[in-house]
């Protein structure tokens, strides 16, 4: 109604912050599910057995491309190499203290370390969107979040992965962009979510 989705019946956003949450539309309508949970996006299983999400499972796309586990794969690789993390060290001003922004940091200044994790993350996001578009044929590919804010060269890159791998059926007509709505799209989505479910009662 008010984002970057305005006028497309069938898209999906992926909003990539501390975790990774979505929102699917299809045909006009918001996609609810049998218990109105559908749309976590980020619990799809890229990785079979893969690292602990902070839900029950494993391997989640939230447990390698949400912000708490970009800051958790930065820490694990900078504590098996301190010598090539010390530029990650130094911003951050201990391991314990790097972050997503942190890594963005250092690869914006050519750190080699922050730019192979960001290269495995958008690895990582892509191969979740790869199965996203596959499975749900959008129009529109609307990535958002803290993470896409703060490091837009995650849009270009999972955008080409996407191009490659997912299915050529699913690509036609495909767009994929950054949400428009900044932090602000919760709280709008929610506020005209209430007053459309407010109409339907009068």
Same mark, same amino acid.
């Given at each position: 109604?008010?984002?970057?989705? +305005?006028?497309?019946?069938?898209?999906?956003?992926?909003? &990539?912050?501390?975790?990774?949450?979505?929102?699917?539309? @299809?045909?006009?309508?918001?996609?609810?599910?049998?218990?109105?949970?559908?749309?976590?996006?980020?619990?799809?299983?890229?990785?079979?057995?893969?690292?602990?999400? #902070?839900?029950?499972? *494993?391997?989640?796309?939230?447990?390698? $491309?949400?912000?708490? /586990?970009? $800051?958790? *794969? $930065?820490?694990?690789?900078? *504590? @098996?190499?301190?010598? /090539?993390?010390? @530029?990650?060290?130094? !911003?951050?001003? @201990?391991i314990e203290r790097i972050t997503?922004?942190? &890594?963005?940091?250092?690869?914006?200044?050519?750190?080699?370390?922050?730019? +192979?994790?960001?290269?495995?993350? /958008? #690895?990582?996001?892509? $191969?979740?969107v790869v199965g996203i578009v596959?499975?749900?044929?959008p129009c529109l590919l609307i990535?958002?979040?803290?993470?896409?804010?703060?490091?837009?060269?995650? !849009?270009?890159? &999972?955008? #080409?992965? &996407? +191009?490659?791998?997912?299915?050529?059926?699913?690509?036609?007509?495909? *767009?994929?962009?950054?949400?428009?709505?900044?932090?602000?799209?919760?709280?709008?989505? /929610?506020?005209?979510?209430?007053?459309? +479910?407010?109409?339907?009662?009068?």
């Open positions: 109604l008010y984002g970057a989705g +305005r006028g497309v019946d069938d898209l999906i956003c992926l909003f &990539v912050g501390t975790g990774v949450g979505g929102g699917i539309v @299809s045909g006009g309508k918001l996609l609810e599910g049998c218990n109105s949970s559908a749309g976590e996006l980020g619990h799809l299983t890229i990785m079979t057995d893969g690292r602990q999400c #902070h839900c029950r499972n *494993r391997g989640c796309l939230e447990a390698y $491309a949400g912000g708490w /586990a970009i $800051a958790e *794969r $930065a820490q694990e690789a900078v *504590r @098996s190499d301190p010598k /090539a993390g010390q @530029s990650l060290i130094t !911003l951050a001003g @201990s997503a922004a942190t &890594v963005t940091e250092a690869y914006a200044n050519g750190d080699p370390v922050a730019q +192979r994790i960001v290269e495995e993350t /958008a #690895h990582f996001l892509a $191969a979740g596959n499975a749900f044929n990535l958002g979040g803290g993470v896409i804010q703060g490091s837009p060269m995650y !849009l270009s890159m &999972v955008e #080409h992965a &996407v +191009r490659i791998n997912a299915l050529e059926a699913a690509l036609g007509g495909l *767009r994929i962009i950054t949400a428009a709505l900044g932090n602000k799209a919760g709280v709008i989505g /929610a506020a005209a979510l209430a007053r459309h +479910r407010l109409q339907q009662t009068q």
